[in-house]
């Protein structure tokens, strides 16, 4: 079945270090996207990316990083830069960008400083 | 800058009533607006979406309805189940951008 895969499903990270989280999707789509979801803010947009080897960053880039290598893969560094990274983390992908295609969301990395 | 507002932030009904769900976008150029339903501890998934040149769609139990000019639209549930419980998002993309603009979310509790 084609879908998204986020790993891990829980990660905790020391003051001060950088953690990545993995995202993966077999739908053939061009577009990946990652938000951070905190309670009562909704989803916010922490980068996104059109094609391979091209990304954007989003509403809330500062203390992350991406790359996209791959079609398949689009994973997120989360910085000792970033002050506040205890959030729930989803990756999604859509066909095409452009705000006109559904995404499918991945089921979460939830990421707690320790 | 672009906004959506959700309301309401929770929602109780009874099992088999309807239950009602507003958002209201402010970029009138808007042209796709999609409905994430997301239960605990997973992802959101898209339950239905509308496009700009729609006024109503409707999917089983489920239907949204798009008013452009005054620039909102609703989630319509029918016949509620308690598995029907969960957080829902609206969402509007306004043209020439790449990325939604997300509501923050209302929790749909359906009670047995």
């Known amino acids: 079945d084609g879908g998204i895969t986020q790993s891990p499903k829980y990660l905790f990270r020391k003051e001060g270090q950088n953690v990545t989280l993995s995202c993966e999707q077999n739908?053939?789509?061009?577009?990946m996207y990652w938000y951070r979801q905190d309670p009562g803010q909704g989803l916010r947009l922490i980068y996104y990316?059109?094609?391979?080897?091209?990304?954007q960053k989003g509403d809330i880039a500062e203390g992350y990083s991406v790359s996209r290598e791959k079609k398949e893969s689009f994973p997120l560094t989360v910085t000792s830069a970033q002050k506040n990274p205890t959030a729930f983390y989803l990756c999604?992908?859509?066909?095409?960008?452009?705000?006109?295609?559904?995404?499918?969301f991945g089921s979460g990395t939830r990421l707690t400083v320790v | 800058g672009e906004n959506v507002e959700q309301h309401p932030s929770t929602l109780s009904v009874q099992e088999g009533d309807s239950a009602v769900i507003k958002c209201t976008y402010s970029d009138s150029a808007s042209n796709y607006f999609p409905w994430y339903k997301q239960e605990l501890g997973k992802g959101p998934q898209l339950i239905i979406d509308i496009r700009s040149n729609v006024g109503e769609k409707k999917d089983q139990r489920i239907a949204v309805t798009l008013n452009k000019t005054a620039k909102h639209f609703s989630l319509h549930i029918t016949e509620t189940q308690p598995e029907d419980s969960a957080v829902y998002f609206c969402a509007a993309s306004p043209s020439g951008t790449y990325k939604y603009i997300f509501g923050t979310g209302t929790r749909l509790k359906v009670l047995a």
């Open positions: 990316s059109q094609i391979v080897n091209d990304f």
């Open positions: 999604a992908s859509s066909p095409a960008a452009g705000g006109d295609y559904g995404y499918t």
């Open positions: 739908l053939n789509h061009d577009a």
